[in-house]
Every structure is written in structure tokens, then in C-alpha cells.
């Protein structure tokens, strides 16, 4: 059983990975012991470069060492305690911003006060009228 093209694994539906025979893995890996690059024969065949890797690995009795669940479970770990440091520093940041703005809003305000102060009794009431005249 041979590999299908480049064009036809493009088209392909992404399903169960492909089995291929030993005489084919055997083949691959004559050419890889020969020099041949390992990526391009993947590209040639039209086999992930990784799956030659594996090939290779069996054919040498290796077998891969999966991770501990405790060193996977370190990694999320450590990955969610950046997270919320990251968030923390964002939340500590917009904390000073709306300290500084509420700061400049009470000068803002504190001055319009004191300009109000300062410009004595405005010659008409708040009705339109003027103080003081009496309107017939």
C-alpha cells in the first residue's frame, strides 16, 4: 500500500490516521540510513516528517517516555500563575490611571468652585431678571 499525493492527502478529510505496511516503512527507512533528508522524503512520500521519526524510533527498539499527569498538571500550573500576575499588574495599572483622573476631576472642580467665588453677584438672577429692578 503506497501513499496517496500531496494533493489527494490535502483533499482528504482529516480521519484516522493512515496505516502503512512494513515493506513501506522499511523502505523509507533504507533511504533515511542512506542520507536521504528526512524532511524531504516525508514531502516525497507524502508522510509527516514525524511519523518517519516514530518508524525510526520502533525499528530501534525506543519507545517514548510520556510525561507524568504531576508534570503536565506543573505546566498549567505555572502557566495560570502568569496569567494571573499578568492580570494582577493590569488591575494594579488601572487602579493608578482612575486615581489620577478622579485627582484631576476634584481640581477640575475645586477650581470652577473658586472662579465662582471669585467673580462676585452676576448682575441677573437665575430666572433672566435683572437683581435689584423691579419689573412693572
Known sequence: MYPESQQDRQKRKRGR??????????????????????VTLARELGVNHTQIYRWRNEALGRHPVPRPDSQLQEKGDERQRRRIADLERLVARQALELDFFKGALLRIEGNRRKQGQNSGKPSTSKSGTLTGSKVD
Open 17 to 38: 490516521p493512515r496505516k502503512y505496511d512494513e515493506e513501506f516503512r522499511r523502505a523509507a527507512l533504507e533511504r533515511v540510513k542512506a542520507g536521504q533528508d528526512v
